[in-house]
């Protein structure tokens, strides 16, 4: 396992660095609404669902009920359920089925969608590897942005965009590391049609949706390119 954090490190820098600052940014916040700095890591590893984390603040401080809050939490991170499916093979063989599930991103996801493991590691130790990676350092740097919180003070927007910036880097390295482009061009199509008729605040569910069962209902002609 040791050899798989010292491979997948490299891999994960670029999300590190997203991380960080999203991470400080998440601590920040914590502080500044008068929470204890030790609130934000354990929210951070527990949570650990995006821009529900930071959703998730304001709500402390509200008289929404906690059913509320794991609805609204579920809609929110409804796109992860697509991930764990896509996931299954590498997660069958895993140390622990437990913290690949627990550990898993929308930036885990990408990376462990777009990059092949070297040869010389176990393909789930490296994936599982990546994901605590990942995990670890979003925890440790929004419990360092708590503790500097109240000493601290900047407009954390745009930061988010860094992440969105790793995404479309993923995104053509891996339309330039394979020939079969039909599941982009299926996933493309059917967002921008999902947005047009639900709306850019109601289409990710119904696009996840039918995404899935267009590759569902197409997969024998997507597999069939790559053969």
């Known amino acids: 396992m040791k ?21 400080f940014a998440f601590g920040i916040m ?15 590893l527990t949570v650990y669902a995006g821009s529900m984390q930071f959703v998730l603040i304001p709500l402390l401080k509200s008289n929404i009920s906690l059913a509320a809050v794991a609805l609204l939490t579920l809609s929110v991170n409804f796109r992860m359920m697509f991930y764990g499916l896509s996931l299954i093979k590498e997660y069958k063989n895993s140390r622990s089925k437990f913290l690949f599930i627990m550990t898993l991103s929308d930036e885990t996801f990408a990376l462990d969608t777009s990059i092949k493991p070297p040869s010389d590691v176990n393909k789930s130790d490296f994936y599982m590897a990546i994901g605590l990676i990942n995990y670890l350092v979003r ?28 995404f479309l880097v993923l995104l053509v390295e891996q339309f330039f590391s394979t020939n079969n482009h039909r599941p982009l061009f ?25 995404i899935v069962l267009s590759l569902i209902g197409f997969r024998g002609k997507v597999e069939d390119y790559n053969e």
């Not at 050899?3 to 991470?23: M, S």
């Not at 929004?142 to 109240?150: M, V």
């Open 3 to 23: 050899k798989a954090f010292k491979k997948a490190f490299p891999y994960t820098i670029p999300v590190i660095i997203g991380y960080i600052f999203l991470g």
């Open 30 to 44: 914590v502080s500044q609404q008068g929470f204890k700095a030790i609130l934000a890591p354990i929210i951070s």
């Open 139 to 166: 925890a440790l740097a929004s419990y360092l942005g708590a503790l500097l919180g109240n000493m601290i003070s900047f407009s954390t927007e745009g930061l988010d965009f860094v992440l969105t910036a790793l």
């Open 186 to 210: 299926i996933g493309l199509s059917i967002s921008t049609l999902a947005l047009i008729i639900f709306g850019k605040d109601n289409f990710m569910i119904p696009a996840l949706l039918l």
